[in-house]
Structure formats: structure tokens, C-alpha cells
């Protein structure tokens, strides 16, 4: 039984995670107060480990015939890793709570924008902030669901303009800028959130490839 006919635009950023064409949005957890406490100390211990380990070389430069004891690097390198790997889980339960919560609303199809990750990545500024956002996954863990669930994954084409492109007349905005977090149309004045206005065009779009598990997914 199909809650919902129609089918659901997803757009991918990193203000927030997730915007859908629903209008529901979900938040980017690494803005969250948990999270930040977490790199806090994450920051913190890493300080630590980078002395011990800057100690524990000019130890062994000194004397190389006596080699010096490895246990309170290995203790800081525990702890360090300990966090990381407590980040790491916090963010793949909310990305797989995430996308159950859109396989509950049984839309009839799902369209996500195939987005240049590597390309992206280059950028030295969002580098950091793209690879906490985990789209790679995102994607992998909707298309498996959709799958499993007999609900058509789509994938837009990557050079498609989600965000330029205006839902209500078409027209093609080629100024607009990555700060513009309001879409204004220049040609009828339709005025929408950003990336609500890119999970329409995305939900609406004819140029889409449909993707199953059996297809080469990046």
C-alpha cells in the first residue's frame, strides 16, 4: 500500500543533508551540538597524539640502539582512533535513519542528482565539509532500499541544473550564485528556497536514468 503516488526529488547539500521535494529537510548532523563536542576532543587528542609521536621519534633518533617504549603513543592513538570511530557510527545511524524514513513515505519513484563527488572533492574549502556528509552512501543505501522495496531509483543527469533551473516557468538562472540560498527567478519572479526549488526540479525532470542493483552505480 502507497502512502504517497507521486515520487520524491532529493537534494544533496551540505547546509543541510537532505532537502525533499515534500519540503521536509534534514539537518546536517555535524552541525549538531553532540557532533561538535565530538571534533572538539577528536581536535584535542589528536594535539596529544602529534606530540607523543614527535617525542617518540626524537627518542629513537637520539638513541637508535635503544629502542624507546611505544605505550603511551599506543594509548593516545587508541583514544584518537575511539572517537573517530564514534563519529564515524553517529553519522551512519543518522544517514540509514535518514533514508528508512523516505522508504516509509512509499513514494512510487525516488530522483537524486548525480553528483561529480570527485570532482567536488578538488575543491580544498568543502573538501572536508563534502567527505563528512557521506552522499556516496546516501545514494548506495537509497538505491539498495528502493530495490528492496520495488520503488524506481532515478538518477539525474549530472551536468542537469537542478538548482539554477526555476520550477515554475523553466527558465535557466546562470548567475545565480552558490551563497544565493533563495531561489528569485529573473524571467517570472518565482521565488523559492534554493534547494527546496532543486528537490522539485529533481521530482519533475524526463532527463534520468533508472538504476537498479544490477546497474553500475558509480
Request: aromatic content about 8%.
Amino acid at each position: 500500500y502507497r502512502k504517497d503516488s507521486d515520487g520524491i526529488g532529493i537534494d544533496l547539500g551540505i547546509k543541510e543533508l537532505a532537502v525533499l521535494s515534500n519540503k521536509e529537510v534534514f539537518a546536517n548532523i555535524n552541525k549538531k551540538r553532540p557532533m561538535k563536542r565530538k571534533l572538539r576532543k577528536l581536535k584535542h587528542l589528536s594535539r596529544i597524539y602529534s606530540r607523543k609521536l614527535k617525542a617518540y621519534r626524537a627518542r629513537k633518533k637520539k638513541d637508535p640502539d635503544n629502542r624507546p617504549t611505544r605505550s603511551n603513543l599506543n594509548k593516545a592513538q587508541k583514544r584518537l582512533q575511539a572517537v573517530q570511530q564514534k563519529m564515524n557510527n553517529t553519522r551512519d545511524t543518522y544517514r540509514r535513519q535518514t533514508v528508512a524514513h523516505i522508504m516509509d513515505l512509499y513514494p512510487s519513484y525516488i530522483t537524486m542528482e548525480d553528483l561529480n563527488i570527485a570532482g567536488m572533492m578538488k575543491n580544498r574549502k568543502l573538501a572536508h565539509a563534502i567527505a563528512q556528509m557521506q552522499w556516496y552512501a546516501f545514494r548506495t543505501d537509497a538505491q539498495f532500499q528502493c530495490a528492496k522495496r520495488g520503488v524506481e531509483f532515478r538518477l539525474a543527469e549530472c551536468r542537469y541544473p537542478s538548482s539554477k533551473t526555476c520550477h515554475q516557468c523553466g527558465h535557466v538562472h546562470k548567475t545565480l550564485k552558490l551563497s544565493d540560498r533563495t531561489f528569485v527567478c529573473p524571467d517570472c519572479g518565482y521565488t523559492e528556497d534554493r534547494d527546496l526549488n532543486a528537490a522539485h526540479n529533481l521530482r519533475d525532470t524526463a532527463a534520468y536514468t533508472v538504476l537498479d542493483l544490477q546497474t553500475t552505480m558509480f
